[in-house]
Each structure stands twice: as C-alpha cells, then as structure tokens.
C-alpha cells in the first residue's frame, strides 16, 4: 500500500504539466523571477601548503532568481514546458569552513548561471558555473595551531562549476515553487598561498513569478 | 554558451597572498662556542661555568631579506651549559638568523656592547672594556638562513666561537721577583669590533697597525709561587697576520723603571676556534708560541727581525729601554743583565 502511495506521488510530481493546460498565450517560453534562499553545507578542501584539512560548516544565501523555460513538452503543452532552461541568480551568502572550534566564514556574492535540461516536465538537471566575489571574511586573523592567517584580506573570487537537481510545480497560473538541490565545486584558492578551495552542497528554495508566460 | 561558461573557468581566479604568520621555535646552543676548546684547559669548568655575578647572554636577531630586524629576543643564561628557546612569531619568508652570545655583568655590558641591531648593515658587535678580560672577553656567534613556512617552524641555531682562544703559560714567573715588576704580552691586533656582511657571517674589526699597541696579558712576578706554571685564557679575534711581542717592566737603580722588550716577535694567523698556546720560560727569558689545534702543536715562526725596524719608531720607548742589543736569531737579549739586578 505504502509502495502504491510512493508511485502515485512520483507519478504526480513527474506529470505535473505534462497535460494540456490552458494556455494564456502562445509564446514558446516562459519567464519568471523571484525570491530565494538556501541552507548547504560547506566544504574546504587540504590544504597542502599549509597541511589544514577544514571540516564541513553551514552556509545561507539568499537573493533573486531569474528563470527561463523554452520550448513545449507536446503540441498540447503550453509554452515553456520544454526541455531546455536556463536560470540565472543573484545571491548574497555565508559560506564557512572549520579547523577545530575556529570558523573561517567568507561573505560573497555569488550569480550561477546555469542551464537546465528537464527531463520531466517538473525535474530538471542543472549544470553550469558560478561566480563568486567574496565581499568580507571573518575572523580578520585565524589562529590555529601556533600559525596566524591574515584571513581578513581574502577578498578574492571563484568560479565554481555547478550541477544539481531541480524540481518546480504550479502553484498557481501565476507562480510556482522551485527547489534544488546542487553541488558547487571551488576552483580557486582562496588565496594564492592559501590553496584551500571551498565547495558547498545547497538546497534552495524559489518563489517564481511568472513575468511573460 | 558553454564557451562563456569554459571561459569562465579558465580564468579561474589567482587571489592575492594574504599574511600567514607562525609560532616559530628557536633553539639556541652556546655550549658550541667553547666546546672545542674544553680539551686544551685544566678544568673544563674555567671555561663552561661563569662568576656569580656574571651571565651569558644571547641575543637572538632575526632579519628580512632587505636586512631589517623583524623579531629579537634575549635571555640570560646562567652559563654555556644551558640552551635558549625562545619562540618568535614570523611571517613566512626567508630570513637571516644572527645569534650572539657574550658574558655579562649584573645584567649590565661587561667587555662587549650590541648596537645597530635595527639592521644586519648596521649591527656591530664592540668592545667598550679596554682592560683584560679573560674568559670573560669570549664572543659566539651563530648564522643561519632560515625559512619560515608550514614545514618549517623550529630552527637550531649553532654557535661557534668567533674567535680564538689563547692559552698564556707563565712558568716560574717569580725567578725574576724584585727585577720584573710586570709583564705584559702585545699584539698588533687586537680585538675591537665584529660587523657583519649579508649572510650573517661575522667581520672582524681591528685598528690595525705596525705597532705593538694592544695589551691582551699582563702579569706580576709577585703574585707567583716559586716553580710555579700560571695559566691564563684570553679570547682573541680571527685575524691574520698578527703579530706578538713580549715586554716586561724592569727595575732600574733610579727607583723606576725600564720598559723592555723581548727580541723575538711571533707573526700567525689567528684563525677561529682555534687554541693558541704562549709560554713563557721565565727563568731562561724564552718564549714560545704554539697552535695547539693543529697537528702536531705547531710552533709559529718567529720572526724577529720582521718587526726590528718599526720598534725604534713606533714603539714609545726608546732604544735604549731595551736590555743589550740582539745577539741575532731569536734568542734571549741579555740575561745576564737581569741577573745581575737579581743579584
């Protein structure tokens, strides 16, 4: 019973648009933007120059996003039921790393730019990078294990390469939810003799408004 | 756009150092400076342990690249046989580790002053005492090029003498009591001042000149017992061409004295950590003058003569000062002079 109940709520969550709907306009695409935040979980990788292995800390962010879906599912679907996407995001977060019970926190900007293949009409496979200018990092000086780091000038930046999951339903012909699940893995040091890269695991949640649909 | 996205990527950003600075560890070992030396002496202690009033102090001087002085630190020990640690915190990079240990006195500079530490061009290490100073004179100095980073954050600082040592023997000194009021033994060194170049490494300084003007041993025939050998150590820089002229005072039939030199000059080249032995056969007025580090005690050549010329002009005492005339070759002038104020 409980397996039915499982398949029937897949079945809905996959499905969902997949039927002819009652169509505004008949535009191919469909834009929205809205609100976001997201809670993750940071990483900060070995660092060799210094042999520091960080342990996974919180991270936030919040911000706007901006999504665009093209293309109809059938010749029934309404516009922006397709196949491709492309989101683009505007963020302020915290991103933290651990070395015992001292927190290096970095505060950034961040804007993913990413393309979405959906797979179904709710799910889709995100993939693309994310810049990142980090704006402020506290504490100014980490102190650990007889060794103080001028972390107070790490104000550098990063591209990260990001994929992830995600998944939007209606809410109503107005809006509509988005979560995603994604993985952001840092290409730069954070500083040139600091080779430690951080990379996050973030859930997010988007309230869109459709704006042309 | 996955070429922008590529792009972007590539571009990767190179950010900019930020300051990393540790917790580095130094220790510092003053044992070295007379270590080599310990075999030469008659007890070990005359030279590892050190008067109650006075200390071995180190100072420890660490220096940038461009030469300025980042971090110091100083501790005063009891003697040679303890260590210095300190810890210094610095930023990684390479740098110049300059160590200095001299004897002081109740906290206070005794035959030596440090000054001009702000910079390795400017740090000079001077003497401010113009007496004898014995075991007390000794100066150890140890450099290092260093680097301060994630794998290296403990630093051994050896030291060594910057100097040598000298041994001066007198043997039945009181033979002459009642002739010879003193004695002293001169050089044309002598030590003045220590600078130092980019790496460290120290420079001997010296006034140097022809003349026998610098005093580094005096003593009184009185003060001895009969067949008695007297020893005494002295601490000399590493300079070369040095040479060593023995005088003495001598009673004259006016109440005064008559100041004297012996006809043999020694010239070596004094080099550091070395033992240098002078002994004085004092009933026979002979002398010697050995380097006992090398194989086989090696007398140093005399060579008097080399010096004959200068005596008369620059010595501050007349020509006829001296007792007799050379009987040429290195050989005592005029023994039978002294005998015969000592009968």
Known sequence: ??????????????????????????????????????????????????????????????????????????????????????????????????????????????????????????????????????????????????????????????????????????????????????????????????????SSMMLSFAYLFNIVK | MCLAMMALIMSSC???????????SFEVTPYEVINKWIPYVLNESSLTDLSSNNQLRINLLVYDRNGGLIASDTKKLKDYNENMITTLELSHGEYTVVAISDVIENGN????????????????????????????????????????????????????????LVIVKDSNMKYWEGVVSRSYLYSTKLNHAYTFNDNGSYVPNSDENLTFNYRIHYNYPEWMQPNFIYWEYHFIQPFGNTAFQWRMLVNNDEGGVDEMAHNDTYQANIKESNVYEFFFDWPNLEWTLKDLTANGKTTIGGDCGVYAGTKKDNMHYSEESFIGESLGGCQVINKEALEAILK
Not at chain 1, 101 to 116: F, G, K, S, Y
Not at chain 1, 139 to 162: E, R, W
Not at chain 2, 109 to 138: F, H, P, Q, Y
């Open chain 1, 1 to 198: 019973m409980r397996k039915h109940l499982l398949f029937l709520l897949l079945t809905a969550l996959c499905c969902n648009g997949l039927f002819a709907q009652d169509c505004e306009d008949d535009r191919p695409y469909r834009i929205a933007i809205g609100p976001k935040v997201g809670l993750g979980m940071d990483m900060g990788s070995h660092s060799k120059l210094e042999n520091l292995d960080f342990q996974m800390g919180l991270g936030y962010q919040f911000g706007g996003v901006f999504h665009a879906h093209f293309g109809r599912r059938s010749e029934l679907s309404c516009g922006g039921t397709g196949l491709l996407g492309v989101q683009i995001e505007a963020m302020y977060g915290g991103r933290s790393v651990k070395l015992d019970d001292a927190t290096l926190t970095t505060n950034c900007i961040e804007v993913p730019m990413l393309a979405q293949l959906y797979f179904t009409p709710n799910v889709a496979m995100l993939a693309g990078v994310t810049a990142v200018k980090i704006v402020g990092t506290t504490p100014s000086q980490l102190h650990y294990q007889g060794a103080t780091y001028g972390t107070g000038v790490i104000k550098g930046g990063d591209v990260m390469i990001t994929a992830g999951l995600a998944y939007k339903t209606s809410i109503n012909e107005s809006s509509s939810l988005m979560i995603d699940a994604r993985y952001n893995l840092g290409m730069s040091p954070l500083a040139g003799n600091f080779d430690t890269k951080i």
């Open chain 2, 109 to 164: 500079d005794l035959c030596w002053t440090i000054k001009g530490t702000e910079r390795l061009s400017t740090l000079m290490i001077e003497k401010i005492s113009s007496v004898i100073n014995g075991e007390e004179a000794i100066v150890g100095i140890g450099n290092a090029k260093i680097m301060v980073d994630a794998d290296h954050s403990s630093h051994h600082v050896e030291m060594r003498p910057a100097g040598a």
């Open chain 2, 14 to 24: 190179k950010n900019e150092d930020i300051s990393i600075s540790r917790e580095v």
